[in-house]
């Protein structure tokens, strides 16, 4: 479960360059609750997902994890509780390591094991995970992780996520940077994950497709606020358009093409 409650972020506070990228934010996510956010360039939603996450210091308001007050802990504090996948395939692995060791790095997260016990221990069941995605990745374990593709390690950031027992999985754009037909896998198989390990997920988009078809409810945030909040039968049978013309009128005014992507 996330709770968030009055939350406001302000960067360079008291200075000329001050700028308020939340404004008072509340949201709850039930435990197992799948939200897609939507929103323009600079609507706050990665420093939603950084606040969530400990990269960014709340000015106001509280964060909660499964009922823990996070708000003041830092990243490392919050690790054992958050998993994430960043927009950059290339962020959330070390690409000098093998595959076998980034997994082994993530399936000990929160724990003082070594490097080598952890593969030793863990073996057989990461060589079913990445059996599992169906890439034939199983057979190349002792590669390095540089040698792969985009797609691939993005595919495998999802296993390394899921490894460990988090209470929260944040995703931040993490289809942006793969072609559409690897885009389309990594979607399917983050709802997957989320079904088979029942995660509290929160996933950032720029599509508003993706942000009708994926998850089981959708958040649009405006200038460090939530316009809009739908789910069940009003977001099921809502189309893009749909969703263009509700945030249209929550705001009371147009929407340009550049303002609000739309595809």
């Given at each position: 479960?996330?709770?968030?409650?009055?939350?406001?972020?302000?960067?360079?506070?008291?200075?000329?360059?001050?700028?308020?990228?939340?404004?008072?934010?509340?949201?709850?996510?039930?435990?197992?609750?799948?939200?897609?956010?939507?929103?323009?360039?600079?609507?706050?939603?990665?420093?939603?997902?950084?606040?969530?996450?400990?990269?960014?210091?709340?000015?106001?308001?509280?964060?909660?994890?499964?009922?823990?007050?996070?708000?003041?802990?830092?990243?490392?504090?919050?690790?054992?509780?958050?998993?994430?996948?960043?927009?950059?395939?290339?962020?959330?692995?070390?690409?000098?390591?093998?595959?076998?060791?980034?997994?082994?790095?993530a399936?000990?997260?929160?724990?003082?094991?070594?490097?080598?016990?952890?593969?030793?221990?863990?073996r057989?069941?990461?060589?079913?995970?990445?059996?599992?995605?169906?890439?034939?990745?199983?057979?190349?374990?002792?590669?390095?992780?540089?040698?792969?593709?985009?797609?691939?390690r993005?595919?495998?950031?999802?296993?390394?996520?899921?490894?460990?027992?988090?209470?929260?999985?944040?995703?931040?754009?993490?289809t942006?940077?793969?072609?559409?037909?690897?885009?389309?896998?990594?979607?399917?198989?983050?709802?997957?994950?989320?079904?088979?390990?029942?995660?509290t997920?929160?996933?950032?988009?720029?599509?508003?497709?993706?942000?009708?078809?994926?998850?089981?409810?959708?958040?649009?945030?405006?200038?460090?606020?939530?316009?809009?909040?739908v789910?069940?039968?009003?977001?099921?049978?809502?189309?893009?358009?749909?969703?263009?013309?509700?945030?249209?009128?929550?705001?009371?005014?147009?929407?340009?093409?550049?303002?609000?992507?739309?595809?």
């Amino acid at each position: 479960m996330i709770k968030v409650s009055n939350l406001s972020v302000v960067f360079g506070a008291g200075t000329p360059l001050e700028k308020r990228a939340l404004n008072g934010v509340d949201l709850t996510l039930e435990a197992g609750e799948f939200v897609s956010v939507i929103g323009s360039n600079g609507a706050g939603k990665s420093t939603l997902l950084g606040a969530i996450a400990g990269d960014v210091l709340a000015t106001e308001g509280r964060i909660e994890i499964d009922g823990r007050d996070v708000t003041r802990q830092p990243t490392a504090r919050r690790a054992a509780l958050v998993a994430r996948v960043f927009q950059d395939p290339l962020a959330g692995s070390c690409g000098q390591l093998t595959i076998e060791e980034n997994l082994a790095i993530a399936a000990a997260r929160g724990t003082r094991r070594g490097l080598g016990l952890a593969i030793g221990k863990r073996r057989t069941m990461l060589h079913e995970r990445v059996e599992a995605l169906g890439l034939g990745l199983e057979s190349r374990l002792t590669d390095k992780m540089a040698l792969l593709s985009g797609g691939q390690r993005q595919a495998l950031a999802l296993v390394m996520a899921t490894l460990a027992k988090s209470s929260v999985l944040l995703l931040d754009e993490h289809t942006a940077a793969l072609d559409p037909g690897m885009a389309e896998f990594v979607i399917h198989l983050t709802d997957r994950f989320v079904r088979d390990f029942r995660l509290t997920t929160l996933m950032v988009t720029h599509s508003m497709r993706q942000a009708l078809d994926t998850g089981t409810r959708t958040v649009m945030l405006h200038e460090g606020r939530i316009v809009l909040d739908v789910s069940g039968a009003t977001r099921s049978g809502m189309g893009v358009e749909d969703l263009v013309t509700m945030f249209r009128r929550k705001r009371g005014k147009a929407i340009d093409d550049d303002e609000l992507l739309t595809s």
